[in-house]
Every structure is written in C-alpha cells, then in structure tokens.
C-alpha cells in the first residue's frame, strides 16, 4: 500500500517562503512521476507543479513559475514544493500525488494514482 504524508505546511506572510515536504512509503519511490496540487476554499483542486518519472522534467503553473520549485531526494523517498515570494492567492490545502503508469508530466488530477491527506498553507497579507 503506498501511502503519501505531507508536511510542512503553516502560516506566512506575503513575500515569505515554505517548503512543504511529502513522505512516499511503500512503493518504488524513484519510478513514479509526482505532482503537487492545491484546493483553496471554495475552488476546484488545480495542478501547481510536477516532475516526470525520471525526476529530471519539471513543469509548473503559470501561476507559480519562477516562485516554485518541486524537487525530490530518492535517499529519503521525499518530494519537496518549495515555496518562495508567497501570496494571499497560494493559500490553499496542498496535495502531493504520484503517478505509477505514465512516463511523462502529467497536470491532471485523474491521471495520479496515489494522493496525500493534505497540508494547509495559509498566506496573509
């Protein structure tokens, strides 16, 4: 059973930085493609970041590109979201989520096989 806990989260002023973490146990770390995702009150989750499954391709949201940055440590079975010049509008419940079958980025939430409970990340103005 594979299972996904992120960590990490909190609250932080605007213009401030996080790194959010997600600890994957229980499958081969190194072959899944993950993602990282966000649900603000109110809305629909939406796709913030991904990296292929060999760890090397990245992609992200047009909304977070040049302030985000996902990366992995295959050692500690451990992908990271971090956060910098944070806004009101990044607050939300982040999800980390791997996808086991695909070979490459994928940005939509039905194509990941395995999600986190969640951490909430709160930014204030």
């Known amino acids: 059973q594979v299972q996904l806990v992120e960590s990490g989260g909190g609250l932080v002023q605007a213009g401030g930085s996080l790194r959010v973490s997600c600890a994957v146990s229980?499958?081969?770390?190194?072959?899944?493609?993950m993602g990282w995702f966000r649900q603000a009150p109110g809305k629909e989750r939406e796709f913030v970041a991904a990296?292929?499954?060999?760890?090397?391709?990245?992609y992200y949201a047009d909304s977070v590109k040049g302030r985000f940055t996902i990366s992995r440590d295959v050692a500690k079975n451990t992908v990271y979201l971090k956060m910098n010049s944070l806004k009101p509008e990044d607050t939300g419940v982040y999800y980390c989520?791997?996808?086991?079958?695909?070979?490459?980025?994928?940005?939509?939430?039905?194509?990941?096989?395995?999600w986190g409970q969640g951490t909430q990340v709160t930014v204030y103005s």
């Open positions: 989520a791997a996808d086991r079958g695909s070979r490459y980025i994928e940005t939509a939430i039905g194509q990941y096989d395995y």
């Open positions: 990296y292929d499954r060999s760890g090397v391709s990245t």
């Open positions: 229980g499958g081969t770390f190194r072959i899944y493609a």
